[in-house]
């Protein structure tokens, strides 16, 4: 993973949202997570979206989840507004099964706008209602393997299993569940991924995704899911 690479992709996407964008670190899995929300930013962006981020209350810098601990409103969020549509990002957001009362982390989760607390609410909240996930993404610094892809679809089959049977109805701006993997595909992964439209599968695998944030902070306006 080429660290210093990353971190340019990613000032570069977010630089006109932010005031202040301190150090970050260089932990490779928290910073491949804010690769992952940051290109979903630019996604939105190439769809026609404005994107902006909009930090917790009281804090000028980009406050990032890095872990399931912590409540979304003390975290920044990045919003995507399109005419009356309106969108948020969150980092290790938690999540209501699909299926029962089980509760998730996606890496990253993409809601409904104003339907996470921008302060303390006052009664508890324990998660996002699964009806108001739109999609997510998982990210993981490993080589797409076979295997992975599986383990990815038990993922969306217990927090989103509609993109596993039928084509979403949502705006196409909305990625269907993306797989955002730093390696290549290995094995007879690819064969397998390109079989997932001919199954109904409508899922997002995005292999090689510091090559593809590279692209993005050399000037293209274009998603880097693309």
């Known amino acids: 993973m080429n660290v210093a690479e ?10 006109d949202h932010v005031d202040v964008f301190r150090q970050i670190g260089s932990s490779q899995p928290k910073l491949l ?29 980009f ?9 979304p409103w003390n975290f920044s969020r990045i919003v995507a507004t399109k005419d009356s549509a309106s969108a948020e990002l969150h980092m290790n957001l938690m999540v209501r099964s699909a299926h029962d009362e089980g ?23 324990l998660c996002l209602d699964n009806a108001s996930l739109l999609t997510f993404a998982e990210v993981k610094k490993l080589v797409v393997y076979p295997m992975l892809l599986a383990q990815f679809l ?22 269907p569940p993306a797989l955002i993997a730093l390696g290549h595909f290995s094995g007879n992964a690819a064969v397998i991924v390109r079989s997932y439209t001919s199954r109904g599968i ?9 090559m593809r944030l590279a692209r ?10 693309s």
């Open 103 to 125: 509760i998730y982390c996606v890496d990253v989760g993409v809601v409904e706008g104003t339907v996470i607390p921008a302060e303390k609410p006052k009664t508890a909240w």
């Open 202 to 210: 409508h899922v997002t695998i995005a292999e090689n995704y510091d």
């Open 63 to 71: 406050a990032v989840k890095t872990s399931t601990r912590g409540y």
């Open 33 to 61: 997570e804010l690769a992952a929300i940051t290109g979903l930013a630019q996604h939105y962006k190439s769809h026609g979206y404005a994107v902006k981020v909009v930090n917790p209350k009281g804090k000028k810098s």
């Open 216 to 225: 993005v902070r050399g000037g293209s306006a274009n998603s880097p899911f």
């Open 154 to 175: 038990g993922i969306v089959h217990e927090i989103k299993p509609s993109f596993l049977t039928s084509p979403s109805s949502l705006d196409p701006a909305h990625l």
């Open 6 to 15: 990353i971190k340019k992709a990613i000032k570069r996407i977010i630089k």
